[in-house]
């Protein structure tokens, strides 16, 4: 009855939409209160009619070597980046020391 259970909630995660976020607040750019935007997509979420339906999953400080290992992880239908970029379009992410890197 165990595997059972398992296996249905396997099933019931493949199913679901993935969302993942991810976010990157270099030291010395400007704070933005990433955490406060995850925790407002995630009510958005929980009061959505087909809640169920989503799974959202967060990484945060990400390095750029940190984007394609979670790429691969989850396997997202839709990624979401919060922070800082260029005007040239080009994303900040972070360092080994928390500094931007481009």
């Known amino acids: 009855m165990k595997a059972s259970k398992v ?5 019931n995660t493949d199913s679901c939409i993935k969302i993942l976020f991810l976010s990157a607040e270099p030291t010395e ?15 958005r979420l929980q009061l959505a009619q087909f809640r169920e339906k989503f799974l959202l999953e967060s990484r945060e400080a990400v390095r750029p070597s940190d984007i394609s290992q979670a790429l691969l992880d989850i396997n997202p239908q ?18 080994i020391l928390g500094k931007v890197h481009q």
């Open 7 to 11: 296996s249905s909630e396997v099933s």
């Open 29 to 43: 750019a400007s704070r933005l209160r990433l955490g406060e935007e995850l925790r407002n997509i995630r009510e």
């Open 78 to 95: 839709i990624v979401h980046f919060a922070g800082h970029g260029k005007s040239t379009g080009e994303l900040c992410f972070e360092d």
